[in-house]
């Protein structure tokens, strides 16, 4: 009889829900859908911080969890974000993290980290397209671009 380990799940259920690299983010929901999938089962535990880089074409380049922290809170630095998007040679960038709580409201926290970012990425000409919240159980997601916070 053929198991199937906990890391084959987890590869499969990022194949069929997350956006897969070159596909164009349109729109908000499309990565929200992919930040729940790449925070995956660390969705309920910790906060995780996500950037997604696209390339002049709004095709994903690269995503990955950036910062990890704590149940409340996670530190992130601009700097960090600016230093992987030159890398990778993007053009645009957005960010995510979830709120393991539920609440789909944004912080003044995260107000002031989009600052943060949105100011660095300008000084780099790199365009800045949304920071995205996503909750526990399909729970839905807030857009500061769609609430014209960007």
């Known amino acids: 009889m053929n198991k199937i380990s906990d890391a084959d799940l987890e590869l499969e259920y990022r194949k069929r829900f997350s956006v897969p690299e070159?596909?164009?983010i349109s729109d908000s929901a499309t990565a929200a859908k992919h930040f729940t999938a790449a925070i995956g089962d660390r969705m309920t535990e910790r906060e995780?911080?996500?950037?997604?880089?696209l390339n002049g074409r709004n095709q994903l380049v690269e995503s990955s969890i950036l910062f990890e922290g704590t149940l409340t809170c996670s530190v992130v630095y601009p700097r960090?974000?600016?230093r992987l998007a030159i890398k990778e040679n993007a053009a645009a960038v957005l960010v995510g993290h979830n709120h393991p709580s539920g609440n789909l409201m944004e912080s003044s926290e995260d107000r002031k980290i989009s600052d943060k970012i949105k100011i660095a990425l300008n000084t780099v000409d790199i365009k800045f397209h949304d920071?995205?919240?996503?909750v526990p159980g399909g729970g839905g997601y807030t857009s500061f671009a769609d609430k014209g916070l960007i």
Do not use: K, R, S, T
């Open 80 to 82: 960090e974000i600016i």
């Open 131 to 134: 920071f995205l919240i996503v």
């Open 48 to 53: 995780c911080f996500v950037v997604m880089l």
């Open 22 to 24: 070159g596909e164009i």
